[in-house]
């Protein structure tokens, strides 16, 4: 008795700390739900490596047939993913198109320089992501010993919280089949894309498989704005998957009893894709909050992710007083909020008191001042 009395107060601190903290550093800080846990531990399993996992098996199919390609394969990772991907289109001397500061190109390592012996050929990105056609084109290698053989160009979507336009990813397409090139869609927020641009009517799902419909593969993460505590996953034919398989292997990506997390990343298909819409709509209110505010630019999100600007080296003062004010939130001058399955209203009005408290009781600092725009 004493023992359930201990637990139980507990479970309600740890559910109080939780709650008082209001996290928009990323939505991969949610945690699973109680029926997402109660999913996870019903869960039939098996040893994945010898492909007896029913709960992977199952995720993989799902997911494909969602997605409009004949196979999946269940990560641990995006970077394992898009890493397995990138290794799967091309060979040691090869190389892959993709946007200067996209994260298969900046934020992986180098992964596929290291392990694959394929060459990045970034090039620069707009506003929305896009790297200009005639860019593409122009860095096409022309089949002569001199140069890597180009094979593939990797996208992504959503950019920095917009979801890219859809006759870019048409424009994109056509030239990758005219030079016979593989594209490859990194897709960690695939479905913030789908909920931005669903018709009225339309599924998440279906207009995620209208974007997907471009690709020749796409890598999605379950643990960001899905809820999942841990998992991606690789689509693409059966040869590909097949490919990707092995590369997995190789990075060491074999995973048993792992229907206990394909299990989250199912629930998560089942239940948290039309509720996006609601992270969207809460970024929203977050964005019209803070408009208007003298010293404030805020970059109107599309999905789950706001960024403002803070003139006058205002910044990470303004990170410290969210801190201590119970609201966390990343970046230096351009600070960042993501709206997730872990924010409600509330958090996000707490919030919006709390910047406009900190803007009405201090001043910039004139030296910082630049001319010129935002710091
Ligand atoms: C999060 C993310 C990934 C994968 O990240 P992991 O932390 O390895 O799961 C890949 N691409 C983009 C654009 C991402 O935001």
């Known amino acids: 008795m004493h023992v359930l009395r201990g637990l139980e107060a507990n479970l309600i601190n740890e559910v109080r700390t939780q709650a008082a903290v209001v996290d928009l550093r990323s939505d991969t800080v949610t945690r699973p739900t109680q029926a997402m846990r109660a999913a996870m531990?019903?869960?039939?399993?098996?040893?994945?490596?010898?492909?007896?996992?029913?709960?992977?098996?199952?995720?993989q199919d799902k997911l494909a047939g969602l997605l409009g390609f004949e196979?999946?394969?269940?990560?641990?990772?995006?970077t394992q993913s898009n890493l397995c991907a990138i290794l799967a289109h091309c060979g040691r001397g090869d190389e892959y198109i993709v946007g200067q500061l996209a994260h298969t190109y900046r934020y992986e390592g180098g992964g596929a320089a290291v392990l694959g012996s394929v060459q990045p050929q970034p090039l620069t990105q707009d506003?929305?992501?896009?790297?200009?056609?005639?860019?593409?084109?122009?860095?096409?290698?022309?089949?002569?010993?001199?140069?890597?053989?180009?094979?593939?160009?990797?996208l992504e979507n959503t950019?920095?919280?917009?979801?890219?336009?859809?006759?870019?990813?048409?424009?994109?397409?056509?030239?990758?089949?005219?030079?016979?090139?593989?594209?490859?869609?990194?897709?960690?927020?695939?479905?913030?894309?789908?909920?931005?641009?669903?018709?009225?009517?339309?599924?998440?799902a279906s207009a995620a498989g209208r974007i997907t419909g471009h690709f020749d593969s796409v890598s999605v993460c379950f643990s960001k704005g899905l809820g999942a505590p841990v998992g991606s996953?690789?689509?693409?034919?059966?040869?590909?998957?097949?490919?990707?398989?092995?590369?997995?292997?190789?990075?060491?990506?074999g995973m048993r009893q792992v229907g206990l997390l394909a299990a989250a990343a199912s629930h998560a298909l089942d239940h948290h894709l039309e509720r996006l819409v609601d992270d969207h709509a809460l970024a929203q209110r977050l964005t019209q909050g803070l408009q208007g505010l003298d010293g404030l630019t805020v970059r109107s999100a599309q999905t789950n992710i706001v960024f403002v600007d803070v003139v006058g080296n205002r910044g990470p003062a303004l990170l410290d007083f969210l801190k201590a004010h119970g609201?966390?939130?990343t970046g230096l001058i351009?600070?960042?909020?993501?709206?997730?399955?872990?924010?409600?209203?509330?958090?996000?009005?707490?919030?919006?008191?709390c910047v406009r408290q900190f803007m009405a009781q201090t001043t910039a600092d004139p030296t910082s001042a630049k001319a010129g725009g935002p710091y």
């Open 41 to 59: 531990m019903q869960a039939p399993l098996g040893d994945d490596v010898f492909g007896d996992d029913p709960t992977v098996n199952a995720l």
């Open 71 to 78: 196979a999946a394969l269940f990560m641990p990772t995006g």
């Open 127 to 154: 506003e929305q992501g896009r790297m200009a056609l005639s860019d593409i084109v122009g860095a096409i290698k022309p089949d002569d010993c001199h140069f890597a053989r180009t094979r593939l160009l990797c």
């Open 159 to 204: 950019w920095n919280g917009h979801p890219m336009p859809m006759d870019y990813l048409h424009s994109a397409q056509v030239i990758a089949r005219e030079k016979d090139l593989a594209l490859h869609l990194d897709g960690a927020r695939l479905f913030n894309a789908a909920a931005a641009i669903k018709a009225s009517g339309e599924t998440v």
């Open 233 to 253: 996953a690789l689509c693409g034919s059966r040869d590909l998957i097949q490919r990707a398989h092995r590369v997995r292997k190789m990075a060491g990506g």
């Open 327 to 329: 609201v966390l939130a």
């Open 334 to 353: 351009g600070l960042r909020f993501v709206t997730h399955l872990d924010v409600d209203a509330a958090g996000i009005d707490h919030t919006i008191g």
